[in-house]
């Protein structure tokens, strides 16, 4: 049961408010890890991430530090939340993308990203797992890790602290991902709780982080219940049931989280529900007490205080120790091993310093079978480098593949064996023992038992190592404190309990629920009733020992003190060993022969040795078959019960001569094969030790390949992320250079593209109409050209376009008829520098002659016409208008052709004021153009110095986008003469009468 996780009283966690905000404004925070191939899939896990989402997401990844960074562009364009690059300070929001700078590590303080400057000469990079593991310290509950494409084990470490710290952990379906390394390395731990496709992770995500929110709120007390209807003291006991480990005593706190995962994980909302479950599945069982056992741990965790056993207690261990005197270290709860090994490397180190060797065994134990599997075999990911010093990896580990091996000088003095340590014995005489967070989860009686037993395992004089969170409570005035901030403490005398009391099975009491007050009495009850089951067994039950196939005791029922003696030597549970002789040998044929046949085997009148003589023992041993496991156990009782001792003296005591000559023939015989057999191992072992000096050059040459190609590896990821994020760039600029290739063909529009010195950089099909280029002449000048177009000027505009920086149009015809308009115009970059220029060509012959045919139509009318713009100008004339304008004289072809302000005529100087009808013509006109007419009339006198002239203009506003107005001056002087000679001709007839 090892294990590590955040500290007690951080059993929830919440994000930091300010200014006494409410728990509801916490949320959960996804730290999401990636490297080769990431982008991908980070695209398409944002393409499924909603813009209401509530979470923040902080995205680390593998980046060169020396590369800028385009994924704030590439990511913004797939989700509808701020995408951000991460500075120091700030504080993180819901709803919001944060990214890791290039050349940074990210961590997190108080719900605030802080950056630090990435060391280039600190070996190994892990950014993903320096964020997550200070993601689960600071956020705990609400933190959320996920790891996607990428190489190597990076995050690894970091999705164990955040499962440890009670988060979620996921990671990409290895299947989707380009490159399963991270994913796989992640998976292997075995502590993922989910894993799916990219675009199927937001989903679980988010349904995870509502019901943590949830689950964030003050817990509410528990009412207590009776044992039968208590679904949480029906689980504990299906637990039991299934794998024989007893829950009772671990704190109700930790343990309703780790129910609560399970449920959640199963979709159940009440822990009847999941009681239930667990009844009819026992797989679920296994899954919640491994869920239980979550093992944490790293390499020289804590370095402070693994340097004061360097420095203080290992040398002193060694000092007066002879090279046969063996020094023993027990390492309880190890899980994977790495602080097994880390002790054994300190040990390894400490006498080289010394000059000498020493025996030294480190038993390193857990409860937890495939914990000890992994730590057996010493392997361990690249992440390590980031605990473990150059030094000592070169040293004391082998790289193999995409991890370290421990070398075998370290993997000897370990041994790994899996024990409960509620129930089994413990090793005893023991020099150093270390136990680091384990009883962190324990409830009070039970931390005095199992520290009692470190007591007993100890020897005087011995240390004990736990954990920073932990205290020796009741048993301080038995050590002496030697580093109170690292837990560092000493043996003052040996444990005073007998080891039958300390492991008498534990009956436990019913479960102390949060808010009952009894439940401190309900422990001291059931410690009362383990004395009287201590007390009965020891009166009633004779000894029974439950052993496995494996001929290892798993379990002592009664006082089997006199017959159980320790032999010297390495610490060892095989029942063969710990009987006498005379018993062992009859112990061991009858054990064969129970597992063989699977019935009751039973003997009598056995002689052992007994202080008083030589007694007579009954022997009974009963197979029987775990139905849960499918384990063969055997229960061994030996009885004394009614039998009187033998009144043969010691010397008198003998076997049947047959059975006595036998056994010495196979004595012989056994003697025999062994001188052979070790014969054949000298030879063996002095090829191997040829082999080793083989083999540790090899090795030595792989370290220095290993080692290059970490660095190429390391490399290549970073270069993998650059190129990434250049083609999603090429593409998008692809997409748009099609775009831009299409616009321009479906236009017809012929453009050429120059630089700075007039060289072709690029040209549309149509250009070639009226340029004479093919595609070979990209890099030519285009002075080097010929054009069908009459410009004689064309080379000569394009310089004053390229040095004025301002756009030019001429119409120009083309050689074969047709008009073109012909614009020039700067090429301007993205800094606003010109850097080139473009000419456009546009194809006018159908304006240029619908423009011609209005004309002839005007030149035809008698009238004199002209067209304005919105402004006044006057933009056309008819021949009638410059016929009239010429015989007036050279002045009025200035103030009223094509380009002058027709309402600035109608006031300059020359205009006639006669009547005002200057004036009167401005301000009609002016009402056109501003909407306030549709038309305007008048007559007025225009006299030459020949003849007496009268016209009638006429003006109206042309509705089309463009504005403006049709002026037209019809003469009226025939008619005007006329109604004069009439009004003359009426005043003289009414002069007569």
Sequence with gaps: MNKTTPQENAEVATMPAENGAPPEQACCIVGIGASAGGLEALQRFFDAVPGDSDLAYVVVQHLSPVHKSLMVDLLAKHT????????????????????????????????????????????????????????????????????????????????????????????????????????????????????????????????????????????????????????????????????????????????????????????????????????????????????????????????????????????GLLANRSPTDMVRVWVCGCASGEEAYSLAILFAEAQERLGRSFDVKIFATDIDQDSIEVASLGEYPRAIAEDVSQERLARFFTARGDGYVVSRDIRRMVVFAAHNIMRDPPFTKIDLLSCRNLLIYMDQPLQRKVLSLFQYALRQGGFLFLGTSETLGDLQGDFHTVDSRNKLFQSLRAGSFRLSRLLVPTVSAPLARHGDDTGSHAMEEGAAIDEAMAALMKAYVPPCLLVNEQMTIMHVFGDASSLLKVPPGEATLNVLKLLPSSVAMVTGTALNRAFRSGEEFALSNIPVKDREGVAALSLRVQPYVARKTGRRFALVVLDRANMLPLSVPDSDFDLNADAAERIRGLEQELLSRGENLQATIEELETANEELQATNEELLASNEELQSTNEELQSVNEELYSVNAEYQAKVEELTEITNDLDNLLRSTEIGTVFLDGDFVIRRFTPAAAGFINIIPRDIGRSIAHLS?????????????????????????????????????????????????????????????????ERLQNVLDSLPEHIAVTDRTGRIVMVNAAWQGFAQRNGAPAMERCGVGTNYLDVCLTPEAPEKDGIGRAVHDGLRRILDGEADDFTIEYPCHSADEQRWFLMHATRLNDHDGGIVVSHINITNRRLMELQLDGAGKADGGKK
């Design 80 to 315: 509808e939340m701020e995408v951000v690059q991460a500075t120091d300070g700030v504080p993180v929001q819901r709803n919001t993308v944060y990214l890791l700078p290039p050349g940074k590590h990210l961590t997190i303080e108080d719900g605030r990203l802080r950056l630090t400057a990435k060391d280039a000469g600190s070996g190994m990079s892990l950014p993903i797992d320096i964020f997550l593991t200070a993601l689960a310290r600071d956020q705990g509950s609400l933190a959320i890790g996920l790891i996607l494409s990428g190489t190597g084990s990076d995050g690894t470490r970091g999705l164990m602290a955040i499962k440890s710290a009670g988060g979620f952990t996921a990671v990409q379906q290895p299947e989707t991902a380009q490159f399963d390394g991270m994913p796989r390395s992640a998976l292997a731990t075995g502590q993922i709780d989910a894993t799916l496709p990219p675009d199927e992770l937001p989903a679980r995500l988010i349904d995870h982080a509502r019901k943590a929110l949830a689950r964030a709120r003050p817990m509410p007390a528990r009412q207590r219940r009776d044992d039968g209807d208590d679904p949480l003291a029906q689980i504990i006991a299906v637990i039991r049931s299934v794998t024989g480990v007893d829950f009772s005593h671990y704190k109700l706190a930790t343990l309703l989280r780790r129910i609560e995962r399970r449920m959640q994980g199963a979709g159940l909302e009440s822990m009847e529900e999941y009681a239930a479950l667990l009844r009819r599945n026992s797989a679920e069982a296994v899954n919640l007490y491994k869920e239980m056992l979550i093992g944490v741990t790293r390499f020289f965790r804590d370095d402070a205080a693994f340097r004061v056993l360097a420095d203080r207690v290992i040398p």
């Design 787 to 851: 054009t069908n177009i009459d410009y004689p000027n064309f080379l000569g505009d394009i310089r004053r376009v390229f040095d004025g920086h301002e756009a030019m149009e001429r119409h120009v015809r083309v050689n074969d008829g047709r008009w073109v308009l012909t614009r020039i115009l700067p090429y301007l970059t993205d800094k606003n520098q010109v850097g080139g220029v473009v000419v456009t060509f546009v194809d006018v012959t159908d304006t240029k002659l619908a423009e």
